[in-house]
């Protein structure tokens, strides 16, 4: 009884309750740039990568612009970024996926830690200080006892969280688009028989969820703290890509998984937050290995039948 009227107290001042899980999530963004990677046939490894450049470069152009809306639309350009390069090292080069999603990752995590140290410091006040969005209450729903201030009396962001979510189910489970792009990550060969072009789909999603993957990264910075900082994604994209694949490669499987699981920030004091993101990594890499081993029949819930494999046409 004490804690729920702890909880009702905290609901009624409009404070976030300490520790919860169910807030908005970078993750929740990330797990949903992996289910459009994924569905498509394209490991997505690159999402801590995205995050931290759609974090960095949402900073940059909302400090030096003033403008918000400039520093989310840069985010996720970055995160764009970061995904067509993974495109084109995946899908035309064949590059091994899960090695390149691991050497992005490092690139993107190096070359923001060296422009960190030779721009954001010693121009903190014009390039890392930007302002962050507002709470927007929805009206009616915002006062619902406990569940309208988490859901319904938050930033921009969430609300976007919620139109993405519910666009991308949809539109992988209920349209024509979703059709092409299920069948080009189930059986590649197929779909290009009857004239779907796998590479352009494969490159479509992978760009896309790198869009996607950058707004998660701009609420980061604009829609959190008000500045960016050395690797401030504290490894998000690996829970994102394991929440992914609990979730069964859905939107909405991933980011109910997603609020089910903890933050690196609520992490046993003996593990540091620095630490995190390897026990996440090695984690997703052997849910992964488990994922793509040959010999057992597929069931509902499983990896894309093609996902990780090139597709090499005769």
Same mark, same amino acid.
């Given at each position: 009884?004490?804690?729920?009227?702890?909880?009702?107290?905290?609901?009624?001042?409009?404070?976030?309750?300490?520790?919860?899980?169910?807030?908005?999530?970078?993750?929740?963004?990330?797990?949903?740039?992996?289910?459009?990677?994924?569905?498509?046939?394209?490991?997505?490894?690159?999402?801590?990568?995205?995050?931290?450049?759609?974090?960095?470069?949402?900073?940059?152009?909302? $400090?030096?612009?003033?403008?918000?809306?400039?520093?989310?639309?840069?985010?996720?350009?970055?995160?764009?970024?970061?995904?067509?390069?993974?495109?084109?090292?995946?899908?035309? #080069?064949?590059?091994?996926?899960?090695?390149? =999603?691991?050497?992005?990752?490092?690139?993107?995590?190096?070359?923001?830690?060296?422009? #960190?140290?030779?721009?954001?410091?010693? #121009?903190?006040?014009? %390039?890392?200080?930007?302002?962050?969005? %507002?709470?927007?209450?929805?009206?009616?729903?915002?006062?619902?006892?406990?569940?309208?201030?988490?859901?319904?009396?938050?930033?921009?962001?969430?609300?976007?969280?919620?139109? %993405?979510?519910?666009?991308?189910?949809?539109? %992988?489970? $209920?349209?024509?688009?979703?059709?092409?792009?299920?069948?080009?990550?189930?059986?590649?060969?197929?779909?290009?028989?009857?004239?779907?072009?796998?590479?352009?789909?494969?490159? @479509?999603?992978?760009?896309?969820?790198?869009?996607?993957?950058?707004?998660?990264?701009?609420?980061?910075?604009?829609?959190?703290?008000? $500045?960016?900082?050395?690797?401030?994604?504290?490894?998000?994209? #690996?829970?994102?890509?394991?929440?992914?694949?609990?979730?069964?490669?859905?939107?909405?499987?991933?980011?109910?998984?997603?609020?089910? !699981?903890?933050?690196?920030?609520?992490?046993?004091?003996?593990?540091?937050? !620095?630490?995190?993101?390897?026990?996440?990594?090695?984690?997703?890499?052997?849910?992964?290995?488990?994922?793509?081993?040959?010999?057992?029949? @597929?069931?509902? =819930?499983?990896?894309?039948?093609?996902?990780?494999?090139?597709?090499?046409?005769?």
């Amino acid at each position: 009884m004490l804690g729920l009227r702890g909880l009702a107290e905290h609901v009624q001042r409009h404070q976030p309750v300490p520790g919860h899980a169910v807030g908005l999530d970078p993750a929740d963004l990330g797990a949903l740039a992996g289910c459009l990677c994924e569905r498509s046939g394209v490991i997505n490894i690159a999402i801590e990568g995205q995050l931290l450049l759609g974090a960095f470069a949402g900073a940059i152009f909302a $400090s030096a612009f003033g403008v918000l809306w400039l520093g989310l639309i840069a985010g996720s350009l970055a995160g764009g970024l970061v995904g067509l390069l993974l495109g084109v090292f995946a899908i035309t #080069y064949l590059v091994d996926q899960i090695i390149l =999603g691991v050497v992005l990752n490092v690139f993107v995590s190096g070359l923001t830690g060296y422009l #960190y140290d030779k721009l954001l410091v010693p #121009y903190a006040n014009t %390039l890392n200080s930007p302002s962050t969005y %507002l709470p927007i209450k929805i009206p009616l729903l915002g006062d619902i006892p406990i569940i309208g201030p988490v859901f319904f009396d938050s930033t921009l962001f969430l609300y976007i969280t919620y139109i %993405l979510i519910a666009a991308v189910q949809v539109g %992988l489970f $209920s349209t024509a688009w979703g059709l092409r792009v299920r069948a080009v990550g189930e059986h590649p060969a197929a779909a290009d028989t009857v004239g779907i072009s796998v590479r352009l789909t494969r490159y @479509r999603n992978v760009i896309l969820a790198g869009l996607v993957a950058g707004i998660g990264g701009a609420f980061l910075t604009i829609g959190s703290v008000g $500045s960016f900082g050395k690797d401030m994604s504290s490894g998000k994209g #690996y829970i994102a890509l394991a929440a992914m694949i609990f979730g069964r490669w859905t939107p909405l499987g991933g980011s109910a998984r997603r609020c089910c !699981s903890a933050s690196p920030s609520s992490c046993s004091p003996s593990c540091p937050p !620095s630490t995190c993101p390897s026990r996440r990594t090695s984690c997703s890499w052997s849910l992964r290995r488990d994922d793509h081993r040959g010999g057992r029949p @597929r069931r509902a =819930g499983q990896a894309p039948a093609a996902d990780g494999q090139p597709y090499i046409t005769s």
